[in-house]
């Protein structure tokens, strides 16, 4: 089944140490995705790509970074996490030719921030 | 710029009876409505979709929603609740290909 897959499903990193979450897609969306979302909170999107086009948010803090290497995978690196950090983080991706631009979401990274 | 507000961060009902979840949005041109469902440690599951075309949408699950544009509301519905739909519930709107924007979600809780 085509689908949204995110890896690890939980992760855990100390204070200030660089993490990477990584997130792969069989659907062949050229739009992919990365939110953050905290305890009964909707989800916040940081950026996303349109292809190779990074669109970073106003907002988004610059300890977050992404990585587009191909259209199937996109990383979210933090690069020095903190304890505001501690979230799910999740991937979705879209087809920019679709109506509406259905997101399809993938089950997220449960980071915890030690 | 659109926004969508949902009435009621917790929604309680008895398992077999309506389900009624409220979302009203706000668009300068027609809108794309979406509502999402998130099971605990889970990513977003589309439950159903308006785009447009049918102003009562049938999705997933049992559950349905009606775009009403006199009243710019899109609230979701199911007959009979079952213990199972005990989860986060999300409201958005898009106008095309733009991101989405989300409600503050609706926890729905199914009591036996």
């Known amino acids: 089944d085509a689908m949204v897959i995110q890896n690890p499903r939980y992760q855990v990193t100390q204070f200030g140490k660089p993490v990477t979450l990584s997130c792969s897609q069989t659907l062949n969306h050229n739009v992919m995705y990365w939110y953050q979302q905290k305890s009964s909170q909707a989800p916040k999107l940081l950026f996303h790509y349109y292809d190779k086009d990074f669109n970073n948010e106003a907002d988004t803090p610059d300890n977050f970074q992404s990585r587009r290497p191909n259209t199937s995978f996109c990383f979210l690196d933090i690069r020095s996490p903190g304890l505001g950090d501690a979230a799910m983080y999740l991937c979705?991706?879209?087809?920019?030719?679709?109506?509406?631009?259905?997101?399809?979401f993938g089950p997220g990274t449960r980071l915890t921030v030690l | 710029a659109q926004s969508v507000t949902q009435l009621g961060s917790h929604v309680s009902v008895s398992e077999g009876a309506l389900v009624l979840l409220r979302c009203n949005y706000s668009s300068s041109v027609p809108p794309y409505l979406f509502w999402y469902v998130q099971y605990p440690n889970q990513g977003l599951q589309l439950l159903l979709k308006y785009t447009s075309a049918a102003t009562l949408v049938k999705g997933i699950n049992g559950f349905e929603a009606e775009f009403k544009k006199s009243e710019t509301s899109f609230h979701l519905t199911k007959p009979s609740a079952h213990m199972s739909d005990a989860a986060e519930y999300f409201c958005a709107v898009t106008t095309g290909f733009q991101k989405l924007v989300f409600g503050t979600g609706t926890r729905l809780l199914v009591s036996p």
């Open positions: 979705a991706t879209s087809r920019v030719d679709s109506k509406g631009n259905e997101q399809f």
